[in-house]
């Protein structure tokens, strides 16, 4: 299969830091479909091997298995191609047909990997061009707008132009190989389905924590905040991916409608539920990895006084047969104590206890980064015949190990199923519009409300109402345990 892929955006920190070094280890995988060409596009002018020397030297800081050596990137550079472009002049869009239609290519994937705020104009411009055929999709990166009503607007302006199966909206927490592994956990195996259920299970807790600050995007990261950073899309993906009732193929839309069934069963926010069950942080100065850290206030481009969240914590629940009652805690933040993201479902306790110590119940860890793999907790027998009789061990699957040879990252799995047509990762616009209706009284509420998010040391787990607020459930965060 030929395939072109446009990157708009070509010369962004997304295309050099994940989408390049993704289509190089595609390529030397030998994945990506033969016949490729990779075009990227970007305001300024230069040759195509100005622009392969720019690639070339960004792939200096790509950490060194995933370098290419000098030979390999010259086979992967053929690919490469550089168009300048003026994102709002029709005449270069008829250029860039014209570049596209010389050779009939079958797939054309137009990735857009620039600021949000031109996916409209690139989308109509496109559709004006007439580049939005069959063989056309089109691929949107995050942030899809800043609100429901935003969100409504970017997606009807792409409908206009393109079918709901031509537009990918990419959610890259779907793309993490755990997340595949929970599906294939789910509905691959007999075993976990008749306990994934609120007679089996105390609670869920999904953590997507970061040790990074906010760095360079102070500026794009105030206007943001951690809930619509990170909760609204990924926290809330991978929640649809525990909850959902098992589809009845592996086809996008069974899978997409049981995942925009569950959205549509979490528990709505009140005011005051607002105000019990979600915590907002932002962190001040402390010490990550045993370096000094910075407070957010003090980060380049973040204004003075800014009230932007940089943590979030929340309870919610699935109000439906299988969940009533169980809480799902999610939680995400900058600054905290490690990179660490994982999933951690809480089984009910054993009914009767017999053994001392018998009192922990088993858990199943979905471990998301830095290692991703799988823990089931169990409690075994210690042999020694005094005290507790039982202590913790878990099973612990690693697919590095297991799997370690075919293997690919998220964004390398996300462009292959783009350029392939397969749709399952990727977002459709009426979950993605659900999940900004289910945030968006939380937006209001901290909108209504003065008060200042609450302050957390970086290097911590985030301010201790996180705890508290899931203490009143009798339950505590898993590190904490
Ligand atoms: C992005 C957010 O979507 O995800 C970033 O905009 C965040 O703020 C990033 O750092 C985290 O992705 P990952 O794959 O490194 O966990």
């Given at each position: 299969?030929?395939?072109?892929?446009?990157?708009?955006?070509?010369?962004?920190?997304?295309?050099?830091?994940?989408?390049?070094?993704?289509?190089?280890?595609?390529?030397?995988?030998?994945?990506?479909?033969?016949?490729g060409?990779?075009?990227?596009?970007?305001?300024?002018?230069?040759?195509?091997?100005?622009?392969?020397?720019?690639?070339?030297?960004?792939?200096?800081?790509?950490?060194?298995?995933?370098?290419?050596?000098?030979?390999?990137?010259?086979?992967?550079?053929?690919?490469?191609?550089?168009?300048?472009?003026?994102?709002?002049?029709?005449?270069?869009?008829?250029?860039?047909k014209?570049?596209?239609?010389?050779?009939?290519?079958?797939?054309?994937?137009?990735?857009?990997a620039?600021?949000?705020?031109?996916?409209?104009?690139v989308c109509?411009?496109?559709?004006?061009?007439?580049?939005?055929?069959?063989?056309?999709?089109?691929?949107?990166?995050?942030?899809?707008?800043?609100?429901?009503?935003?969100?409504?607007?970017?997606?009807?302006?792409?409908?206009?132009?393109?079918?709901?199966?031509?537009?990918?909206?990419?959610d890259?927490y779907?793309?993490?190989?755990?997340?595949?592994?929970?599906?294939?956990?789910?509905?691959?195996?007999?075993?976990?389905?008749?306990?994934?259920?609120?007679?089996?299970?105390?609670?869920?807790?999904?953590?997507?924590?970061?040790?990074?600050?906010v760095?360079?995007?102070?500026?794009?990261?105030?206007?943001?905040?951690?809930?619509?950073?990170?909760?609204?899309?990924h926290?809330?993906?991978?929640?649809?991916?525990?909850?959902?009732?098992?589809?009845?193929?592996?086809?996008?839309d069974?899978?997409?409608?049981?995942?925009?069934?569950?959205?549509?069963?979490?528990?709505?926010?009140?005011?005051?539920s607002?105000?019990?069950?979600?915590?907002?942080?932002?962190?001040?100065?402390?010490?990550?990895?045993?370096?000094?850290?910075?407070?957010?206030?003090?980060?380049?481009?973040?204004?003075?006084?800014?009230?932007?969240?940089?943590?979030?914590?929340?309870?919610?629940?699935?109000?439906?047969?299988?969940?009533?009652?169980?809480?799902?805690?999610?939680?995400?933040?900058?600054?905290?104590?490690?990179?660490?993201?994982?999933?951690?479902?809480?089984?009910?306790?054993?009914p009767?206890?017999i053994?001392?110590?018998?009192?922990?119940?088993?858990?199943?860890?979905?471990?998301l980064?830095?290692e991703?793999?799988?823990?089931?907790?169990?409690?075994?027998?210690k042999?020694?015949?005094?005290?507790?009789?039982?202590?913790?061990?878990?099973?612990?699957?690693?697919?590095?190990?297991?799997f370690?040879?075919e293997?690919?990252?998220?964004?390398?799995?996300?462009?292959?199923?783009?350029?392939?047509?397969?749709?399952?990762?990727?977002?459709?616009?009426?979950e993605?519009?659900?999940?900004?209706?289910?945030?968006?009284?939380v937006?209001?509420?901290?909108?209504?409300?003065?008060?200042?998010?609450?302050?957390?040391?970086?290097?911590?787990?985030?301010?201790?109402?996180?705890?508290?607020?899931?203490?009143?459930?009798?339950?505590?965060?898993?590190?904490?345990?």
């Amino acid at each position: 299969m030929s395939f072109d892929l446009v990157l708009f955006g070509g010369t962004g920190d997304l295309a050099w830091r994940k989408l390049m070094p993704a289509l190089f280890q595609a390529f030397r995988h030998g994945k990506l479909p033969a016949h490729g060409r990779i075009l990227a596009v970007a305001r300024d002018a230069r040759s195509d091997d100005d622009y392969r020397a720019l690639i070339q030297a960004r792939f200096g800081e790509v950490e060194s298995a995933k370098r290419p050596s000098n030979e390999e990137f010259e086979r992967f550079a053929a690919l490469l191609h550089y168009r300048r472009m003026d994102l709002s002049q029709p005449a270069d869009y008829v250029g860039l047909k014209q570049w596209l239609g010389e050779r009939g290519t079958q797939t054309v994937v137009m990735y857009l990997a620039t600021s949000p705020h031109l996916f409209p104009l690139v989308c109509a411009q496109l559709g004006a061009a007439g580049l939005n055929g069959p063989h056309v999709r089109v691929v949107l990166e995050k942030p899809l707008g800043h609100d429901l009503r935003s969100a409504r607007e970017i997606n009807r302006v792409v409908a206009a132009a393109f079918g709901e199966h031509q537009a990918l909206r990419i959610d890259h927490y779907l793309g993490k190989p755990s997340v595949q592994n929970l599906s294939a956990l789910r509905f691959g195996n007999a075993l976990f389905e008749p306990l994934w259920r609120r007679e089996s299970i105390a609670n869920i807790q999904i953590t997507l924590a970061e040790a990074i600050g906010v760095g360079t995007r102070g500026d794009f990261y105030d206007r943001t905040g951690a809930l619509r950073d990170m909760v609204q899309n990924h926290a809330l993906q991978l929640l649809t991916m525990i909850a959902m009732e098992p589809p009845p193929t592996h086809d996008a839309d069974a899978i997409r409608d049981e995942k925009l069934k569950v959205l549509k069963s979490l528990k709505a926010f009140t005011p005051e539920s607002v105000a019990r069950d979600v915590v907002r942080g932002q962190y001040r100065a402390g010490t990550v990895d045993g370096k000094a850290a910075i407070g957010y206030l003090d980060e380049a481009k973040v204004p003075a006084g800014s009230t932007t969240e940089t943590f979030v914590a929340l309870r919610t629940e699935v109000q439906n047969w299988r969940w009533a009652g169980v809480p799902f805690f999610l939680r995400t933040g900058k600054r905290l104590a490690a990179r660490h993201a994982q999933i951690v479902v809480n089984f009910r306790p054993v009914p009767h206890p017999i053994f001392p110590g018998s009192a922990r119940a088993n858990k199943l860890v979905i471990k998301l980064q830095p290692e991703d793999g799988l823990e089931l907790h169990l409690l075994a027998a210690k042999g020694s015949g005094h005290g507790d009789w039982l202590a913790p061990v878990f099973l612990d699957l690693d697919f590095e190990k297991a799997f370690a040879a075919e293997r690919v990252g998220a964004y390398e799995r996300l462009l292959l199923d783009a350029i392939a047509g397969r749709l399952n990762l990727f977002v459709r616009s009426d979950e993605q519009e659900q999940a900004w209706r289910w945030v968006e009284p939380v937006l209001q509420a901290w909108a209504d409300d003065a008060s200042p998010p609450r302050p957390y040391a970086a290097g911590t787990w985030g301010p201790p109402a996180a705890s508290a607020m899931i203490a009143r459930d009798g339950c505590v965060w898993d590190e904490e345990q």
